[in-house]
Nanobody
Framework: VQLQASGGGSVQGGGSLRLSCAASGVTLDHYNVGWFRQAPGKEREGVSCSNSGGGSTYSSNSVKGRFTISRDDAKNTVYLQMNDLKSEDTAVYYC????????????????????WGQGTLVTVSS
């Protein structure tokens, strides 16, 4: 399983970015997927996730209403649309996938995942 995250960059506050996570070696629809971020000196935290097979999606309170996770099964890719970006969104963003059985918001917890992308840096200036 390989996950390739891309789409990070530098943007001013209030701007938008779309992150992509392209998978190879798996059919992503069969996997739970999540986006996580890690800011300097902080622990990795769940941003948004999607359970497999058209299951529920979840987002952290800090990004609700601003970030949206979506899948394109034809492209075997997961996206994170980020709008109204704030300086506190600055972090390295990672995508992750797992074919384990998840319950509810398990997909928001990084320790549940066994496959990780390499990370893409998002920098938001105020």
């Amino acid at each position: 399983v390989q996950l390739q995250a891309s789409g990070g960059g530098s943007v001013q506050g209030g701007g938008s970015l779309r992150l992509s996570c392209a998978a190879s070696g798996v059919t992503l629809d069969h996997y739970n997927v999540g986006w996580f971020r890690q800011a300097p000196g902080k622990e990795r935290e769940g941003v948004s996730c999607s359970n497999s097979g058209g299951g529920s999606t979840y987002s952290s309170n800090s990004v609700k209403g601003r970030f949206t996770i979506s899948r394109d099964d034809a492209k075997n890719t997961v996206y994170l649309q980020m709008n109204d970006l704030k300086s506190e969104d600055t972090a390295v963003y990672y995508c992750a996938a797992s074919d384990r059985t998840f319950f509810g918001s398990d997909c928001m917890e990084p320790h549940h995942y066994e496959h990780w992308g390499q990370g893409t840096l998002v920098t938001v200036s105020s």
